[in-house]
């Protein structure tokens, strides 16, 4: 194995020298905290090991116990968690997850999908020696269910690590996987536990592809729809870490300190336990997925004495868009062919009502808004579980019926928010379009990145019918609205969107690999010149054939498309063309960022809010969620939950459709 940590064996190394020097350090008044963590940071953890050694054999105390004394808070737990071997370190953390009540399954998952059969074992002793008591025997008190199974058969560590692949069996995995999940009503878990937990690296790659093969689904997306709650989370963990190690640290790490407050005891055991493994290659997978580098955001999310430490262990800046390293560039190759391969299966959150009676729920709409004050319960109950078709009906029906235009009522009953979200139901999706990017245009500002949400993640189909109701409610083409109100090579990219002319079909694969050299000639042109020839592409090439661009792009220049499109243009330009790669790479995905986006910090974006929630409920919000938990760590439900209140909250509730 090549390591490829930022921690290595200090040179002239003397155990003694650096014993003393960590005495004098804490002896006194107060100590150099600053010492202190410049020398633990600069050995590995052998020599630390060397040092606690000499330090009792010079001084007749305990290193760790001292440390302890003297230090404290979070830079006390950092520097004490360095000074324990990988295997001691391990098993704490493993006792702190199980003991009390409650379990930090995280942790726990954390730990035991990412360490190899070696490390397994060293954990195991470990904690026995520590605890007095077998490891395992604590987890099984503690979990249940498949989740339970599953990290006891981890906690074998006998994954096979003998790198021999038998094509047959390959074959057969995938076939078996897919008839566990896919292809039957339940799911067959103790199959996923047996393959997932015992076949090797290099042969679960080849399974993942042609389990993709058979399916048209990644495997992700099958233990996504297949599994739920903590054994799901568990299972897309080992599919990541069989995937790539260091990008599912990447990820974990960017989840520790995203958002508010920080998961120091998350980033301290990352920090630490692959400081001399492979952080490298986890700074340079968080710099790919995240488009930060990892040593920018601990510099933003800590302070003190403990942020130093922990920019010690990261060992480094990286520059935005540099070269990949080897790992990274594979990992970016890998990601767009996933994302070419497979066939994401799209689930709403609302579907038709059944027993449907257009004239009861017309009747009933018009008691709830008839007389004195209005029955906002029995009107969200009505309009938030019927499919658009079904509301259509239901608009037509109150005209037929009672000769009142049920908008109009609408509109006179309710107030604010809860109006903008009701209305916005009742309006046929192309209407519905129209009237947000209007409202997108309308007024002193112009909300660009309504603009382009809208016109990147639509079909022809979509865009035709929005330019015909858009002419058709205010009587001026949405082309020329465009035009009034942008301008610049923006303006061009939101107009060549406009037509709905992209091209539909797969991809040419000759003709991706020309594109593809293209966009990386490109990236040497002055900045106009760039982006009229990235506009000619990502406006007019189909989802499926850019994907094959975007992934032939990594091998011609080394770099990723998204890192490209931050660094070499700006504003709202930059936006246009990270809205349509997120969309090609993984459109749920961007929809649950622009949700996350709305919500976070001090105020709610209301509009786009609504605008997702309303055009996205009958077409992918299912999907949406199980990104959105992925990627921030809690549900869609809780995010609704806690940022909106009253008749706004229950109607945005029902259309989330369920807690993840």
């Not at 008691?367 to 009107?379: H, L, R």
């Not at 330019?467 to 009587?475: C, L, M, Q, R, S």
Request: hydrophobic share 40%.
């Amino acid at each position: 194995m090549v390591f490829r940590g930022t921690v290595t064996d200090a040179p002239d190394f003397d155990a003694s020298a650096d014993a003393e020097a960590l005495y004098n350090a804490m002896k006194g008044i107060g100590s150099d905290k600053e010492a202190i963590l410049d020398l633990v940071t600069s050995r590995s953890n052998a020599q630390r090991q060397e040092v606690i050694a000499a330090y009792k054999s010079s001084f007749g105390k305990d290193l760790i116990e001292d440390l302890k004394y003297e230090l404290t808070g979070k830079f006390e737990r950092l520097i004490v968690s360095l000074m324990r071997t990988p295997a001691y370190h391990d098993a704490k953390e493993i006792h702190d997850a199980v003991k009390g009540a409650g379990t930090n399954e995280r942790c726990l998952m954390e730990v035991l999908v990412s360490r190899t059969n070696k490390q397994m074992h060293d954990l195991v002793a470990a904690y026995k020696d520590a605890y007095g008591r077998e490891i395992e025997e604590d987890i099984i008190a503690d979990t249940s269910g498949h989740f339970k199974k599953m990290l006891i058969v981890l906690l074998q560590g006998t994954r096979d690590e003998s790198g021999v692949v038998d094509a047959d069996l390959v074959e057969q995995d995938a076939q078996d996987l897919y008839a566990a999940g896919e292809e039957q009503w339940g799911t067959d878990e103790a199959k996923f536990i047996m393959i997932l937990g015992n076949r090797s690296v290099t042969h679960l790659h080849m399974v993942f592809d042609a389990y993709e093969k058979i399916g048209e689904v990644s495997i992700e997306d099958s233990i996504k729809s297949e599994l739920s709650g903590d054994f799901e989370r568990l299972m897309l963990a080992v599919v990541q870490c069989i995937r790539s190690v260091p990008m599912f640290f990447a990820r974990r790490l960017y989840k520790s300190m995203k958002g508010l407050g920080t998961a120091d005891n998350t980033l301290i055991r990352i920090m630490i336990c692959r400081a001399e493994i492979d952080m490298l290659d986890i700074r340079e997978c968080f710099r790919l997925r995240f488009e930060k580098s990892l040593y920018n955001m601990i510099k933003d999310d800590t302070s003190g004495d403990y942020k130093r430490t922990l920019l010690n262990l990261c060992g480094g800046d990286d520059d935005l868009a540099g070269e990949f390293f080897p790992e990274a560039a594979q990992i970016a190759y890998k990601m767009w062919e996933i994302s070419s391969m497979t066939k994401v299966q799209l689930r709403p959150t609302i579907r038709p009502a059944s027993d449907f009676d257009p004239a009861a729920d017309a009747q009933a709409l018009r008691k709830a808004m008839k007389g004195f004050g209005t029955d906002e319960d029995a009107i969200i109950d009505i309009v938030a579980q019927r499919s658009n078709a079904q509301r259509q009906e239901i608009r037509q029906t109150f005209k037929s019926l009672l000769g009142r235009d049920l908008m109009k009522d609408l509109k006179s009953e309710l107030s604010k928010n809860l109006e903008r979200l009701i209305i916005g139901l009742m309006l046929n999706p192309a209407e519905f379009d129209a009237k947000m990017m209007r409202k997108a245009m309308e007024g002193a500002g112009t909300d660009e990145h309504a603009l382009v949400e809208i016109l990147a993640t639509r079909s022809n189909e979509q865009i035709h019918a929005m330019n015909a109701a858009y002419k058709d409610a205010y009587k001026k083409s949405l082309e020329d609205a465009i035009q009034s109100d942008t301008s610049g090579h923006f303006c061009r990219i939101l107009v060549s969107l406009t037509q709905g002319a992209r091209e539909e079909g797969p991809a040419d694969m000759e003709r991706a690999m020309a594109d593809a050299q293209e966009l990386a000639d490109a990236c040497n042109a002055d900045s106009d010149d760039m982006e009229m020839k990235f506009m000619s592409i990502l406006c007019t090439r189909s989802f499926p054939h850019l994907r094959k661009v975007f992934q032939e792009f990594v091998k011609c220049s080394n770099k990723d498309i998204e890192q490209i499109i931050k660094k070499e243009t700006s504003g709202d330009v930059k936006n246009a063309f990270y809205a349509i790669v997120r969309s090609v790479k993984n459109q749920p995905s961007y929809f649950a960022d622009r949700l996350y986006k709305a919500m976070k910090g001090l105020g709610t974006d209301d509009r786009a809010l609504i605008r997702i929630m309303v055009s996205r409920s009958e077409v992918d919000l299912f999907n949406i969620r199980k990104e959105f938990k992925e990627t921030h760590d809690t549900s869609l439900h809780e995010f609704i939950q806690g940022d909106t209140s009253g008749d706004n909250r229950k109607t945005l509730l029902i259309l989330c459709g369920g807690e993840d």
